[in-house]
């Protein structure tokens, strides 16, 4: 922690520095406009009070967010010039023709090529703001404000820094805070390379990326921004090694020293050293001609063979806002099985990956009918691969049996629509030799007090089959989530450990699996400790002054170890596995059945609003449908594309973000 608050202390002490020197005037500038044939000019005679220039990259996630907003406050103040400006050297012009697109932005935008600009006014990231009056002297520079942070999305800003500083110079009044440090993407610079450079792209760095990100960062993956060719991948050169030196990347938080998991993810020092000398270096592309093969990726169905059904989590899309926190979204379908089902493999793919953070498939067996485990059937989470299904492993769906969608959503700065999958590959019966089952260690029951930085929740199994091999595990927490343990309980009560995780991060949903299944016979128990910070020192906390309990969505906490274990089918009598169950905590059945209840309610309040305010019955609310007592608030808030009409998607879109 020192380490961070250090370097916050020399770039907050070396902006300020920037700031005094830049606080006279900044030099009248002129740039190419994407537009073709104009330009964008800063000039000594500013027709606006105040003028903001807005430094954004084509592929920053932030920079995405925050694009609807600049365009909200460009919207609100007549008084304000707002310019975008893209100096990033791996953005060409028809990147930020798409990027503009996307998001909505209208305001005039430039392309800075040499970030020359970019150099002059010392920025370092995207998104980053400069603000400066009509004598072209800064006013504010920093962030836009404090909602969004690499990997963090707060429910709302704490604080609004671009707005107030807009506020406060428009009014006469010195800005209260001038300088905030910006969060978001390391600006792609141009660089000069060596000529003796030992270290290239095609010949070093391209294998680096193949080994530990092209997995990810690739075309149509959920990577950002793609690493498959040079022109892609050199403008984030100091992106890249800045997320590895802070071991966010590549995205793995298992202690090394407890446990060996086989789907492991690090990266060599000597692939860090690489990267270190090429940046050093200048990034130098070298020959194309040393190019490694392209990476061998697979798009669609990686099952053994073309799946045997699959099932969408709805026939109509699910509309992800632009921005905002979406809480958890549960869809319950009903797949048709007439006949049991033993599921040898399955995959879930998102409509869209952009947005979606991870999703959860549960079966959920008719009335009366025992889940096995929790009733997991399949996941996705970002650049995790499926638990493998081994020959002669599956689990088994009863008939009649449904399937619950949990899908978390994270928006992106666009509006977009998701429809997940799920595709199934059948086993024959009669080639089943053992059963997959997921059980789980839960407590339900903890509080945490405000502004607790350390409290710890226990977690255990209820019930072992002696006979199973313990395979992998997943811990579950939310924001608030700090670290966990797992370990084993043997007969004479003695524990090993299994996994720690010192540094819990929610935006990665891991699955560690164990290199070596773990035997449970001599196994009474498997355990979990959970800690979690709800302090102010937290950065993903939603609001330290809550007192927290159990909760599904993300502002709320789970305390929750999932185990993936497999049982001899011989040792699993169809007797045992068909018969119900009243004393177990049916964590399945309780979402399901608070899935259908929403679902319900939905319906309900789209019937009525058409019934009331479609007068003529065609299908579209007009504002003279509307009383006029709710027509300014109620009317706007439909109408998203500003149209002066309101349709059914419209509709349903707020009603299912309103619906909860």
């Keep these: 922690m020192k380490h961070v608050f250090l370097a916050s202390f020399c770039w907050l002490f070396l902006s300020a520095v920037a700031f005094a020197q830049q606080s006279g005037e900044i030099e009248p500038f002129t740039l190419p406009s994407i537009e073709a044939g104009k330009k964008v000019v800063i000039s000594d005679k500013a027709a606006h009070e105040l003028t903001v220039l807005c430094f954004l990259g084509t592929e920053c996630p932030l920079a995405k967010l925050y694009a609807g907003r600049l365009q909200q406050l460009d919207e609100q103040f007549e008084a304000v010039r707002f310019v975008g400006i893209n100096s990033n050297v791996q953005d060409s012009l028809e990147d930020i ?346 407590d339900q029951s903890f509080e945490i007090q405000p502004h607790d930085e350390s409290h710890f929740v226990g977690v255990q199994t209820r019930r072992l089959p002696s006979n199973g091999k ?25 524990t090993e450990p299994l996994i720690k995780v010192p540094n819990y991060d929610f935006n990665w949903q891991h699955r560690y699996e164990f290199k070596n299944p773990i035997s449970l016979g001599d196994i009474r128990r498997l355990k979990g400790k959970v800690e979690f910070d709800n302090s102010k020192n937290n950065p993903f906390n939603p609001d330290p002054t809550q007192l927290v309990s159990w909760g599904d969505q993300t502002w709320e906490e789970m305390a929750i170890a999932f185990f993936d274990i497999e049982v001899p089918r011989k040792d699993v009598p169809e007797a045992a596995r068909n018969r119900s169950v009243e004393d177990s905590t049916d964590f399945v059945r309780s979402i399901t059945d608070r899935a259908e209840r929403i679902e319900r309610r939905r319906a309900k309040q789209e019937k009525e609003i058409w019934a009331r305010f479609d007068k003529n019955g065609d299908g579209e609310i007009v504002r003279d449908e509307i009383p006029r007592s709710v027509r300014v608030w109620g009317f706007n808030r439909f109408d998203a594309n500003r149209d002066g009409k309101v349709t059914r998607d419209e509709v349903r879109m707020q009603v299912e973000q309103r619906v909860k």
């Design 97 to 442: 023709g798409k990027y503009l697109e996307s998001t909505g932005i209208k305001f005039e935008f430039a392309k800075d090529n040499r970030n020359l600009i970019a150099d002059k006014l010392n920025i370092t990231r995207t998104p980053e703001v400069v603000v400066i009056n009509r004598n072209r002297e800064v006013v504010y520079r920093g962030r836009v404000d404090d909602q969004y942070l690499p990997g963090v999305s707060r429910n709302e800003a704490r604080r609004q820094d671009l707005r107030l500083a807009i506020e406060q110079a428009l009014a006469g009044n010195p800005v209260e805070v001038a300088v905030t440090e910006p969060e978001g993407c390391l600006l792609g610079r141009v660089r000069e390379a060596d000529p003796d450079a030992t270290v290239t792209f095609s010949k070093q760095v391209s294998r680096v990326l193949q080994r530990n990100c092209i997995e990810c960062h690739r075309s149509g993956e959920i990577g950002p921004f793609s690493m498959e060719t040079y022109e892609e991948t050199v403008g984030w050169a100091d992106m890249i090694l800045e997320v590895i030196e802070e071991k966010r990347m590549p995205p793995w938080h298992a202690d090394k020293s407890v446990g060996t998991f086989a789907n492991a993810r690090t990266i060599s020092r000597q692939d860090v050293d690489l990267l270190k000398a090429w940046v050093e270096q200048g990034t130098p592309e070298g020959s194309r001609a040393d190019l490694p093969q392209p990476y061998q990726s697979v798009d669609g169905w990686r099952l053994p063979r073309k799946p045997d059904a699959v099932i969408e989590m709805r026939k109509r899309p699910f509309v992800v806002p632009a921005d905002g926190t979406v809480e958890y979204q549960y869809f319950v379908v009903d797949p048709g099985f007439t006949e049991d089902r033993w599921v040898t493999a399955a995959q879930v793919i998102p409509g869209n990956r952009s947005v979606v953070h991870h999703t959860i498939v549960f079966i959920r067996p008719p009335d009366g009918l025992r889940p096995r485990g929790v009733g997991w059937l399949a996941a996705y989470v970002p650049g995790q691969t499926p638990l493998a299904y081994q020959q002669g492993r599956a689990r088994f769906v009863p008939k009649g049996s449904k399937l619950v969608f949990q899908q978390h959503y994270t928006p992106t700065g666009t509006s977009v629509e998701d429809v997940t999958k799920i595709g199934m590959v059948f086993a024959d019966p009669t080639d089943v030799e053992n059963e997959l089952m997921t059980v789980m260690a839960i």
């Design 470 to 494: 313990l395979l992998s595990v997943s811990p579950h927490m939310h924001y608030r989530g700090k670290s966990f343990e797992a370990s084993v309980v043997a007969a004479d009560k003695s």
